[in-house]
């Protein structure tokens, strides 16, 4: 009775993604050096029930298969869309006869990969908005897992002008269907001015597969070194808390006392030198007249 075996088998790649049809091809071969088989039925089934023919049957026929010949047959299957990610098995159950009506059967079994698309979602960056410097500017990264297969090896980095990260990269390591990351960046600015970065999102599949994205960002810095108190003699601008502290109108209000106040004050010491050196004159007088009264008498 001649042995039938698959001597080959193709499915497209490296794995199948769940929920997409795949074309499984089989190449059926007779070992047999000397007898040819009839009558061969080929029935390719799923042991756990995860791949089912997308429209064609499950069922092939070959009428005859002479010695060291082989046949090839080719079905399109699809995974279930919620199917884990693992290697499902394919059992090939295949009947036949030999020359003299011998009825035969071979049953090979073979194993096929399946991957959950990946679905990797950045998160929305943090607003940031206006800082002033010396402060730092915070941003926060986040990041999820929206499918059914692990993510591996993510990494969070932020680059930019303007500014210098405390941690310019951080690993976040493997993020599980369902599960999300995140991580907050210090980043300190040395200049003033409309600043903007790059968030770069690295991540690889089950297979090894490098995946990169990025998200831009941005925000304003005010730098505070040209405004200066007016008693630093090194310049600059000075704006007053109190609106009401610098008041245009009273340089008009007190522009004749500003621009004679020395002649005013001057002036008015005058007068009261005079006014003391009368006073002292009347009292010696009066002094003078009482003693000569007094001699009198």
Same mark, same amino acid.
């Given at each position: 009775?001649?042995?039938?075996?698959?001597?080959?088998?193709?499915?497209?790649?490296?794995?199948?993604?769940?929920?997409?049809?795949?074309? /499984?091809?089989?190449?059926?071969?007779?070992?047999?050096?000397?007898?040819?088989?009839?009558?061969?039925?080929?029935?390719?089934?799923?042991?756990?029930?995860?791949?089912?023919?997308?429209?064609?049957?499950?069922?092939?026929?070959?009428?005859?298969?002479?010695?060291? %010949?082989?046949?090839?047959?080719?079905?399109?299957?699809?995974?279930?869309?919620?199917?884990?990610?693992?290697?499902?098995?394919?059992?090939?159950?295949?009947?036949?006869?030999?020359?003299?009506?011998?009825? %035969?059967?071979?049953?090979?079994?073979?194993?096929?990969?399946?991957?959950?698309? #990946?679905?990797?979602?950045?998160?929305?960056?943090?607003?940031?908005?206006?800082?002033? #410097?010396?402060?730092?500017?915070?941003?926060?990264?986040?990041? @999820?897992?929206?499918?059914?297969?692990?993510?591996? +090896?993510?990494?969070?980095?932020?680059?930019?002008? *303007?500014?210098? !990260?405390?941690?310019?990269?951080?690993?976040?390591?493997?993020?599980?269907?369902?599960?999300?990351?995140?991580?907050?960046?210090? /980043?300190? !600015?040395?200049?003033?001015?409309?600043?903007? *970065?790059?968030?770069?999102?690295?991540?690889?599949?089950?297979?090894?597969?490098?995946?990169?994205?990025?998200?831009?960002? @941005?925000?304003?810095?005010?730098?505070?070194?040209?405004?200066? +108190?007016?008693?630093?003699? *090194?310049?600059? =601008?000075?704006?007053?808390?109190?609106? %009401? #502290?610098?008041?245009?109108?009273?340089?008009?209000?007190?522009?004749?006392?500003?621009?004679?106040?020395?002649?005013?004050?001057?002036? %008015?010491?005058?007068?009261?030198? =005079?006014?003391?050196?009368?006073?002292?004159?009347?009292?010696?007088?009066?002094?003078?007249? #009482?003693?000569?009264?007094?001699?009198?008498?």
């Amino acid at each position: 009775m001649p042995v039938i075996i698959i001597d080959s088998y193709d499915y497209g790649g490296e794995s199948v993604y769940a929920g997409k049809p795949f074309m /499984l091809t089989l190449t059926i071969k007779n070992t047999s050096r000397t007898t040819p088989i009839k009558d061969m039925k080929m029935v390719i089934q799923s042991k756990d029930g995860v791949f089912t023919p997308t429209s064609s049957s499950n069922t092939f026929f070959v009428e005859s298969l002479g010695p060291g %010949g082989t046949v090839t047959k080719q079905i399109e299957l699809v995974a279930k869309s919620d199917s884990k990610p693992l290697s499902y098995p394919i059992e090939i159950v295949i009947t036949y006869k030999n020359n003299v009506g011998d009825a %035969g059967t071979s049953t090979e079994e073979i194993s096929i990969p399946v991957q959950q698309e #990946m679905r990797f979602n950045k998160g929305s960056l943090s607003e940031i908005g206006t800082i002033t #410097m010396p402060d730092s500017a915070y941003l926060l990264v986040s990041a @999820s897992n929206l499918g059914m297969s692990t993510i591996r +090896n993510v990494r969070f980095t932020v680059s930019g002008e *303007g500014f210098t !990260p405390t941690e310019p990269e951080y690993f976040a390591g493997t993020i599980e269907p369902g599960q999300q990351v995140s991580y907050e960046f210090e /980043l300190i !600015p040395y200049q003033g001015g409309f600043m903007t *970065g790059t968030v770069t999102y690295t991540y690889e599949d089950t297979q090894g597969e490098v995946y990169t994205e990025t998200q831009e960002f @941005s925000f304003d810095v005010i730098d505070t070194s040209s405004v200066m +108190n007016p008693e630093d003699p *090194g310049g600059g =601008v000075f704006f007053p808390e109190d609106p %009401g #502290m610098y008041d245009p109108g009273m340089e008009e209000e007190q522009g004749f006392f500003a621009k004679y106040k020395w002649a005013v004050i001057g002036g %008015g010491v005058a007068v009261v030198v =005079v006014v003391a050196v009368i006073v002292v004159t009347v009292v010696v007088r009066r002094r003078k007249k #009482m003693d000569e009264d007094e001699d009198y008498y």
